[in-house]
């Protein structure tokens, strides 16, 4: 993978038209600084955000050491660039033969829940020797995609489910995930309390309460801080009778990796209110369909000069004949933009590469690294 200082100096040594995903190291290292220095408790990163083996490697450099695999694969990948790490199996819904490799052949001994047929299963694979982790459904309305129609158990149900993990021997844990780009910290003390009263309920201690991923990023609200959600789940846990000393977890996806990734991408036609790029929904920019919003854009003339002009909003379309390949959300772009142009996104490291298809054929996509 080349180096560069700059996307400036990219751009200029460039000779092809293919789009370019941006690595900064630096980056990726500062985020996860961040979350430790902050965070109460232990970060575990969510590696279907951006699994790179660089992105691993910078992350740990920063001071990750534990992770959240949804798969044999991630668990490989994780243990064959880290072979110390600790990798918790945090799909709610497991293969058996994936149970037993994870369990007798990669030593994994941490694993999620959320029904009693897949407690009957773990336990039948892999012995009562483990931790499990029961996954409650937690509603906020501060999402901006909720994760309860596919997992988690309700509070009577995950009541009954800590029971008996307890009473057939294996060691109980709790968990949730507030959904993707949670925008109020508040919602994060209330998923504290949630499980709290969970555990409470079930006269049952758990081992850690794990209060999952959702940390904003390219959503962070104007004039909040990413520490004032630490702050809030700092306070609630001291608030709470019984948990000061309990272990704390989190696993952040999308808040440890979206700084690290920039996306160039070309113009290729500039229409009276579009414009037509060579990325799209099906490249670099699936994550688009989810945040549905303008990621911090810059826009670079062939001549390396940046554009800045008066903005105007345009429909911003990918270059498969697909018409689902348009961004939702309205891109203010200089009205100066011309084809050739060079668009650069910046927040783009979190399910981009890693969703990038060959769709139309027109999946091509070259990769740098940025300053380091």
């Known amino acids: 993978m080349d180096h560069f200082d700059s996307v400036a100096q990219l751009l200029a040594r460039k000779r092809t038209d293919t789009p370019v995903f941006c690595f900064y190291p630096q980056r990726f290292r500062a985020a996860a600084r961040k979350f430790v220095a902050h965070f109460p408790g232990e970060v575990l990163y969510a590696v279907k955000a951006n699994p790179h083996p660089l992105v691993l490697q910078w992350l740990s450099e920063g001071g990750i050491r534990a992770f959240d695999t949804a798969s044999l694969a991630e668990i490989a990948l994780v243990r064959g660039i880290l072979p110390g790490a600790h990798c918790s199996y945090n799909h709610p819904v497991k293969p058996r033969p994936a149970i037993l490799a994870a369990w007798r052949d990669l030593g994994i001994r941490d694993f999620v829940i959320d029904h009693p ?16 982790q029961v996954r409650v459904a937690a509603q906020n309305p501060h999402a901006t995609i909720s994760f309860n129609s596919k997992f988690g158990a309700s509070p009577q149900q995950a009541v009954t489910l800590l029971r008996a993990i307890q009473q057939r021997g294996a060691t109980p844990a709790l968990c949730t995930h507030l959904g993707y780009q949670t925008t109020d910290p508040e919602a994060y003390a209330q998923g504290l309390r949630l499980l709290v009263e969970v555990a409470a309920t079930a006269g049952v201690r758990p081992s850690y309460i794990n209060i999952g991923g959702g940390f904003p990023s390219l959503l962070l609200p104007a004039g909040q ?112 933009i011309r084809e050739g142009d060079w668009l650069v996104l910046e927040m783009m490291g979190a399910y981009s590469n890693v969703l990038i298809s060959d769709f139309n054929g027109l999946g091509a996509h070259e990769f740098a690294i940025i300053g380091d």
């Open 117 to 132: 047929a897949e407690l009957d299963k773990l336990l039948e694979v892999a012995g009562a020797g483990i931790v499990v």
């Open 225 to 336: 801080r990413l520490e004032d959600y630490f702050v809030a789940i700092g306070q609630a846990r001291r608030e709470l009778a019984g948990i000061a000393d309990l272990p704390l977890k989190c696993e952040p996806g999308s808040a440890l990796s979206h700084p690290g990734g920039v996306v160039l991408t070309q113009v290729v036609l500039v229409k009276e209110a579009a414009v037509h790029i060579n990325d799209g929904v099906y490249g670099a920019m699936a994550e688009m369909i989810h945040s549905k919003t303008q990621p911090p854009t810059r826009v670079i003339a062939a001549s390396g000069v940046e554009r800045s002009a008066a903005l105007r909003p345009y429909t911003l379309f990918g270059p498969t004949c697909d018409s689902y390949d348009v961004m939702p959300a309205p891109f203010l772009l200089p009205e100066s």
